[in-house]
């Protein structure tokens, strides 16, 4: 087992994406190829202080790095010895089984439709994150598609949904997950015709469709996978992110501004501890792209090495199953003679 | 001054609006028209046990009642003699300043639309919520659209920023609001395409643009008015109400858990109770839809009788200034030559 990890992508590159994959390489068998700048890799590694065994883990020496400000498939056409792009054609080489990027998603995304091509039947790629709950009975729903694709049809949702339900199934054992359309009413002729027709679709799918969900019933779990496009994806997760966060900073700051309150907040510092941890969204690891010959993840861009270290575990863990296969199978039995594409088609 | 309120509209009408107005009355001089089935609204009144000065508040007879399922333009046209329909033709008439309604946003649109007609130089009317801010210095934001217009064009979005722009001035005294652009990203480059556009229009408004704003970053008022589509608009504030919800809910049950932390918490019960009414999004009252000839304003669909308090009694404080005038004189200003409708024009 090996993982390609994008050394040069995300805020706090390369530091804490090094720092993650020393973490994790205590914590996994997979033997770990750090791409990007060498000199800059190897000084991270130093810098560290942790030892570790350079057969576990080595690097891949890449000249060029995808900026976030980068359009995404001119830099991936443009910087073909970037880190990402480099990284990625070690799973086509077949040299390493899953990739993680905290680097650009829309150059992620297009790098891997560009060298690793689409699974047959899948119209769009999409990014399947974890959505954690907080006091709930299930820990998490699925989000699909959390910020590849800004615009869909009505059946690239569709497709999102079957590619959820895998995920769901295969990653995370839940049979029959139940799927619910994120939307602005719980009737069916609420929303955009997109929308709408998507309803339709899915009623039809043999998928768990459970109906539309709306955003005060997200937090919930009101489905185990949550249909959307990338744009709403994209704002409910940090949303949520930033109002987790900004919750309890305000909650600690009430809760010390005064000598009776610190000793309620002493009592209750245990509660608190919990509490913090539930929100904390690195503790899930990075979101698989699927639809794409090959396992992908995306890393949250300003992930911590505690973030990257369980992305990395995680990534082990699936990639040690066949989701690529099964998201394979499960396409092409509702495609109807979509064709997939080969690396370089697209 | 009068206020018109449609008493059938809502999860928990007639009941909540009835007692809601009951309340306001003491609290404002403005004459209140409860429009909807006599003898329910006469039970209501009847049943809450308050005493109220018939001069104060009188019931308009209106026999049907538009749902929650009804397709908007259709249940205007079809219904004529609904609720919402006849106190919205109170203030084409004369015979009311402004609207309240807690039911079927799209109708209450429509009917504003068909019934009191458009602004010159808007081309869409939007809804303009308060979004609350918890623990920050300002206590609210602007939210537009809040769910009027599900689909959007740059030049709607652009219009949405000056009303918007206008009302947090002449409602709240802000002078040269900031305005920020709702999008998955930073740069001026992320985005859909009529993002793109929107910010190039956005930035040479005139408006005090400061550029795109990440969800993570609404709940720190990132800018005084938040623009985006109504799908997202209204996606924001039902996810920011659940979630708010959901975690006061988990950090009352952790904290009642065992007998140390119900001591902890019996300590800290007054720090808990402000946050709370942080949350409370009640307090803010209903949400103005603007652009029309005529002040209309949203309710929550599940108002409580408090929620319509504050509602009638902000719907009363922003009547009694000339904010419609204001909204003509700005739109007309930015307007080429667009033109407005009259009513039964669209």
Known sequence: ?????????????????????????GHTEAELILVGDHQRITDELTQSGISYDPARIRIMHAQEVIENTDSPVRAVRGKPDSSMVRAIELVKSGEADAVLSAGNTGALMAAGLLRLGRIKGVERPA?????????????????????ANAECKASNLLGFAHMGSIYMKSAFGVESPTVGLINIGAEETKGTAQLKDTYQLLKTSGLNFIGNVEGRDIPGGAADVLVCDGFTGNVILKLTEGLAWTILKTIKRRFTEDVMAKLGAAILSGKLRDLKKEFDYSTYGGAPILGIRGLVFKMHGSSTADAVRNSVIKAALVASGDLTGQIRQAMEAYANGEEGTDPDEE
Chains 1, 2 share one sequence.
């Open 127 to 147: 990014i399947v994150s974890i959505y954690p709950l907080i006091g709930q009975e299930k820990a998490f729903s699925l989000l699909v598609d959390a910020g």
């Open 1 to 25: 087992m090996r993982i390609a990890i994008d050394a040069m992508g995300g805020d706090h590159a390369p530091q804490e994406i090094v720092r993650g994959c020393l973490q994790a390489s």
